[in-house]
């Protein structure tokens, strides 16, 4: 789902956006209709266009770093059979492309919005020094889905917190 030039390109972006604390936050309702879900999102974040040609909705806590980021993308199947399983394999030889490490925390069969997947947690060195990831691979009956959060190691407790808010918010459509 994520060639090597997308996960350059991210990870040059994540080491800059190093995380802030995510403070208890109100979630407010997004029901976009062009995306494959409803979800509630921190009220007061801001959007955030990565021009990577991913779709869905990618989101970071404050204009300038430090910022925590949600991205809750989706690419449509047709026709292929993804794998979470697969799709780890892919995204951990994406980051490892890029000179940067990533060292599996934790791996978890859980579901959201009534899709079952495979969530990791990611402790990821690079050469600006180390963010967290948790991400999230599920399979629908049209996408292949990826929800993924990045903050620093610090904050990165407060910031899951509010992604499992989130994600518990996911509604299928």
Do not use: C
């Not at 109100?26 to 990565?50: C, I, M, Q, R």
Request: charged content about 15%; glycine content about 10%.
């Amino acid at each position: 789902m994520v060639a090597s030039a997308q996960v350059a390109r991210r990870l040059t972006l994540l080491a800059l956006l190093t995380a802030s604390a995510a403070h208890a936050q109100t979630l407010v309702p997004l029901n976009e209709p062009k995306l494959p879900f409803a979800v509630s999102l921190p009220k007061g974040w801001l959007g955030a266009d990565f021009q990577d040609g991913t779709l869905g909705v990618s989101l970071v806590s404050a204009k300038a770093p430090p910022a925590t980021m949600i991205r809750l993308l989706y690419t449509p199947k047709n026709g292929a059979a993804p794998t979470p399983a697969g799709e780890f394999q892919k995204f951990e030889a994406g980051i490892k492309g890029t000179g940067a490490t990533p060292k599996q925390v934790s791996s978890r069969v859980i579901g959201y919005g009534g899709v079952s997947g495979l969530e990791r947690q990611y402790t990821v060195t690079h050469p600006q020094g180390q963010l967290s990831m948790r991400v999230w691979y599920g399979v629908g009956a049209k996408n292949l889905y990826s929800f993924q959060l990045t903050d620093s190691p610090a904050r990165f407790a407060q910031a899951s917190a509010l992604f499992s808010k989130v994600l518990a918010s996911v509604k299928f459509k």
